[in-house]
């Protein structure tokens, strides 16, 4: 069974261009969230989508957004980037909603260079 | 709103020693708890996870971790590690609610190295 694929793996931009990452969930999964690592932050939550439908966000601003397709694969844009967007964006996915039944399963993550 | 501390960012220790990562968790509500670990230029791992019961939890790679609620912790032990367990563990809690607000609320993580 294929894990969760986050492409592209490392990706290179400069500030006020916008940058679109893909996750492919595992097969079955319906829930896609999304996660940024950075050193001094740590992981913080974006959101997380379930049957195409947004169901919680975090405390990011609007320039972060994310939409979920039919086959429940996802993207996040990134829209006007800033120096401090650089980061490893992780993408994980799940059978429900819920972190009981749930188990997040991790992506290897996109990591983003904003020069 | 959730929130976990991990006091040591770093934990060097000699291969085969016993090695505790302490968790630290806030939460005015009841928690789920886990313990993730991210190897270098991967994705995290889930080790193991107290939902309800049995307060000693017993993961993967023969970690364990004891919940404590009187003491807000969430400590992760391991009695002999090998060097294949150096990596970044990261302990995360989760509130216990139906409502779909079940995203998980991370620590900023424990590098474990250890050392020949």
């Known amino acids: 069974k294929a894990g969760v694929t986050q492409t592209p793996r490392y990706l290179i931009k400069t500030r006020g261009q916008q940058v679109t990452l893909s996750c492919s969930p595992i097969?079955?999964?319906?829930?896609v969230s999304w996660y940024q690592q950075t050193p001094g932050q740590g992981l913080q939550f974006l959101f997380e989508?379930?049957?195409?439908?947004?169901?919680n966000k975090g405390n990011f601003p609007g320039r972060f957004s994310g939409r979920q397709f039919s086959n429940s694969r996802s993207e996040m844009n990134v829209s006007t980037l800033e120096l401090g967007d650089s980061a490893l964006y992780l993408c994980?996915?799940?059978?429900?909603?819920?972190?009981?039944?749930?188990?997040?399963?991790f992506g290897e993550g996109s990591r983003l260079t904003v020069l | 709103a959730q929130s976990v501390t991990q006091l040591d960012s770093q934990v060097p220790v000699f291969e085969e020693a016993p090695v505790e990562l302490r968790c630290n968790y806030s939460?005015?509500?009841?928690?789920?708890l886990f313990w993730y670990v991210q190897y270098p230029n991967q994705g995290l791992q889930l080790l193991l996870k107290?939902?309800?019961?049995?307060?000693l939890v017993k993961g993967i790679n023969g970690f364990e971790a004891e919940f404590n609620k009187s003491q807000t912790s969430f400590h992760l032990r391991k009695p002999s590690v090998h060097i294949s367990d150096t990596a970044e563990y990261f302990c995360?809690?989760?509130?216990?609610?139906?409502?779909?607000?079940?995203?998980?609320?991370f620590g900023t993580g424990t590098r474990l190295t250890v050392i020949p």
């Open positions: 994980a996915s799940s059978q429900t909603l819920y972190r009981d039944t749930g188990e997040l399963f």
């Open positions: 097969s079955g999964h319906r829930s």
């Open positions: 989508y379930f049957s195409e439908t947004q169901r």
């Open positions: 939460s005015s509500v009841s928690v789920y």
């Open positions: 107290y939902l309800s019961g049995s307060t």
């Open positions: 995360a809690v989760s509130d216990t609610g139906q409502t779909g607000a079940n995203n998980l609320f």
